[in-house]
């Protein structure tokens, strides 16, 4: 049972990082849009994870977190989505925010990708263990 476990996290971690990849590359082309035309990266950042968040959620409900070919998807998953992404939203902002003030819009663009990685992180852990469980 335990070597199950393991080999479920693993295909678990694996989907998770290509559905994660395909997210990031559209919400950092649109954040990079976003801000290229003015818009303030506390504003930008936000709107580019609206623009994607409808699509991760249905990729991590059918591919990254299904079971035996069965979707995760649910108002249950839907109502621990929610508040998990707009907290996870929330730090990268002001992350992005901090950064884009210290050091300019130009680093920011490229700290995007890293930062978003990191929340990634804590992100599939909550996924995993609290919205699609």
Same mark, same amino acid.
């Given at each position: 049972?335990?070597?199950?476990?393991?080999?479920?996290?693993? &295909?678990?971690? @694996?989907?998770? /990082?290509?559905?994660?990849? +395909?997210?990031?590359?559209?919400? %950092?082309? @649109?954040?990079?849009?976003?801000?290229?035309?003015?818009? *303030? +990266? $506390? /504003?930008?950042? *936000?709107?580019?994870?609206?623009? $994607?968040?409808?699509?991760?959620?249905? @990729?991590?409900?059918?591919?990254?977190?299904?079971?035996?070919?069965?979707?995760?998807?649910?108002?249950?998953?839907?109502?621990?989505?929610? *508040?998990? %992404?707009? @907290?996870?939203?929330?730090l990268g902002t002001?992350?992005?925010?901090?950064?884009?003030? +210290?050091?300019?819009?130009? /680093?920011?663009?490229?700290?995007? *990708?890293?930062?978003?990685?990191?929340?990634? &992180?804590?992100?599939?852990?909550?996924?995993?263990? %609290?919205?699609?469980?």
């Amino acid at each position: 049972m335990y070597r199950r476990i393991i080999a479920l996290g693993s &295909v678990q971690s @694996l989907r998770f /990082i290509i559905a994660g990849l +395909t997210q990031l590359c559209l919400d %950092w082309g @649109l954040f990079v849009a976003f801000t290229a035309l003015g818009m *303030p +990266t $506390v /504003i930008a950042n *936000p709107l580019a994870r609206c623009c $994607v968040v409808g699509f991760g959620f249905w @990729l991590h409900g059918v591919y990254t977190f299904a079971e035996a070919g069965e979707s995760k998807l649910g108002r249950r998953q839907l109502a621990r989505f929610v *508040p998990s %992404w707009t @907290l996870l939203t929330l730090l990268g902002t002001v992350t992005l925010d901090v950064i884009t003030k +210290t050091f300019g819009l130009h /680093i920011a663009w490229l700290a995007k *990708p890293a930062v978003d990685a990191g929340l990634a &992180v804590i992100s599939f852990f909550v996924m995993r263990g %609290w919205v699609f469980k």
